[in-house]
T-cell receptor, first 114, second 111 residues
Framework: NAGVTQTPKFRVLKTGQSMTLLCAQD?????MYWYRQDPGMGLRLIHY???????AKGEVPDGYNVSRLKKQNFLLGLESAAPSQTSVYFC?????????????FGQGTRLTVV | SQQGEEDPQALSIQEGENATMNCSYK?????LQWYRQNSGRGLVHLIL?????REKHSGRLRVTLDTSKKSSSLLITASRAADTASYFC???????????FGKGTKLSVIP
């Protein structure tokens, strides 16, 4: 039982390049979330999903797109990376909505845009 | 904007002392959770308290919730060096599917 797995763990991009971050969970959770963590800012919600085929915007969605084609996977895409997107990205999943059950987190992806 | 705000931003104590962190939030919530993050790692769930609960215990952790003041506190008793980490509260507003986090309290426990 791996829990939540993020791929890759580290990445360096040049400004304007694109990439996709993959989040996979094996707990059959309906709800999945993408956060970014910057120094002094805590975790900010980028996008979330309430089930397969659904996505919704969080607090800081601009510059990102997401897809949830399969229940176990939640993809975060950067179409044209900018230095402001340098951050640590965390994926999380939970069984129930509205904070009713704990969220499980991946180990993070450290992205640097130069 | 972020729902929860932790206070203090940083806390340094001696091993064996108690550590208290506070979280204030802005709107009505369904539940409130506390998480821990060791440096460079993902967040780990500590405890969940529902809006109709006032206090909850788990080992050396004690969480209180005051919905009238829109605040919660996390108490870690008899702290250990291994408790050194950042602690975050997370809330989900009534009617919202979002799970939002505060900026965290960085706890340092000195051996």
């Amino acid at each position: 039982n791996a829990g939540v797995t993020q791929t890759p763990k580290f990445r360096v991009l040049k400004t304007g390049q694109s990439m996709t971050l993959l989040c996979a969970q094996d707990m059959n959770h309906e709800y999945m979330y993408w956060y970014r963590q910057d120094p002094g800012m805590g975790l900010r919600l980028i996008h979330y999903s309430v089930g397969e085929g659904t996505t919704a915007k969080g607090e800081v969605p601009d510059g990102y797109n997401v897809s949830r084609l399969k229940k176990q996977n939640f993809l975060l895409g950067l179409e044209s990376a900018a230095p402001s997107q340098t951050s640590v990205y965390f994926c999380a999943s939970s069984l129930s909505p509205r904070g009713a059950t704990e969220a499980f987190f991946g180990q993070g992806t450290r992205l640097t845009v130069v | 904007s972020q729902q929860g705000e932790e206070d203090p931003q940083a806390l340094s104590i001696q091993e064996g002392e108690n550590a208290t962190m506070n979280c204030s939030y802005k709107t009505s919530i369904n539940n409130l959770q506390w998480y821990r993050q060791n440096s460079g790692r993902g967040l780990v769930h500590l405890i969940l308290i529902r809006s109709n609960e006032r206090e909850k215990h788990s080992g050396r952790l004690r969480v209180t919730l005051d919905t009238s003041k829109k605040s919660s506190s996390l108490l870690i008793t008899a702290s250990r060096a291994a408790d050194t980490a950042s602690y975050f509260c997370a809330t989900s507003g009534a009617g919202s599917y979002q799970l939002t986090f505060g900026k965290g309290t960085k706890l340092s426990v000195i051996p």
